[in-house]
């Protein structure tokens, strides 16, 4: 018999105890010293043996919780074939640190960030700054909350006035042309903001301490938990033209930012380039 698919509140309270015995693993990790720095992608793309142990304790832990589910993490991978997957089974998706440079020069601006999805549908998720104890998490249809007050995005209407979150991807070739998008943004807005957690930044603009977010080259670990956040705050989360969120470009913004911002990047073809 098949198992009932589980409710967005349960995974959800799940998500909150796994992340925040995996916080305290990497902020303790971190007190004691980087270790194990190895770099991925390109040579300003690091992992450290904080984030390979973090993603194995989430793993255990949710495979303890709820043994039939599958994880997606940033450092391991899928651990099951993402078309073996039934209908209605539960896929977590997992950064076990984000914002791994942050982590690395030790400044307080990364976290662990856990989502629920079913059906490729993100329906709970939270983010939890590992060096603040700052966490923001939602269910899908259930709102968003950071210590049990419910977010509602900034009221900004006027994208002049508005402060802008992005981040960089670490391909040079990539940075080259998010450069390029950023000069020609910087001078239509108050100013840009880069933290380097997408992760954290997309649950500030949730709470409305920035009005707006924009990147290309996320995946699916970076947005899928504060994604969610910003979404159930009432943000517009999407892609450009009509595309959803995903690696092209993820946009964050209140529904009266989201046009305007939204017609700057396609006039400045933030999903093209490398
Ligand atoms: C990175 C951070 C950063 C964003 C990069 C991500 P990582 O994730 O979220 O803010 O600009 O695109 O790759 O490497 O620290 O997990």
Redesign the pocket.
């Known amino acids: 018999m098949r198992e009932i698919t589980p409710r967005p509140d349960e995974l959800l309270r799940i998500a909150v105890d796994v992340a925040r015995d995996a916080a305290e693993t990497a902020r303790r990790m971190r007190a004691e010293g980087v270790r194990g720095v190895d770099t991925k992608s390109t040579s300003t793309?690091v992992v450290t043996a904080a984030d390979r142990a973090v993603e194995r304790q989430v793993v255990a832990a949710l495979r303890d919780a709820r043994p039939g589910d599958t994880v997606l993490g940033?450092e391991y991978g899928d651990s099951a074939d993402p078309r073996s997957r039934p209908p209605g089974a539960v896929r977590w998706i997992l950064?076990p640190?984000?914002?791994?440079?942050n982590y690395l020069y030790g400044l307080p601006e990364y976290a662990v960030s856990l989502a629920a999805e079913v059906d490729g549908v993100v329906v709970a998720g939270v983010v939890r700054n590992a060096a603040t104890g700052d966490e923001w998490r939602a269910t899908r249809g259930g709102g968003a909350y950071r210590d049990g007050e419910r977010l509602r995005g900034s009221a900004q209407t006027d994208l002049a006035h508005a402060l802008i979150a992005t981040?960089?991807?670490?391909d040079p070739a990539r940075r080259r042309h998010q450069a390029a998008v950023l000069a020609g943004l910087i001078t239509e807005v108050r100013d840009i903001r880069r933290?380097?957690?997408?992760?954290i930044?997309l649950c500030r603009v949730a709470e409305g301490a920035m009005d707006a977010y924009y990147?290309k080259?996320?995946?699916a670990w970076?947005h899928a938990a504060g994604g969610l956040v910003a979404t159930e705050a009432g943000l517009r989360v999407a892609g450009l033209a009509g595309a959803p969120p995903g690696p092209e470009l993820v946009i964050a913004a209140p529904p009266a930012l989201f046009g305007p911002l939204h017609a700057h990047l396609l006039r400045l073809d933030a999903a093209g380039g490398a």
């Not at 640190?97 to 440079?101: A, P, W, Y």
């Open positions: 793309d940033e950064d640190i984000d914002g791994t440079v981040g960089f991807g670490y933290f380097g957690a997408a992760a930044d990147e080259g996320l995946n970076d």
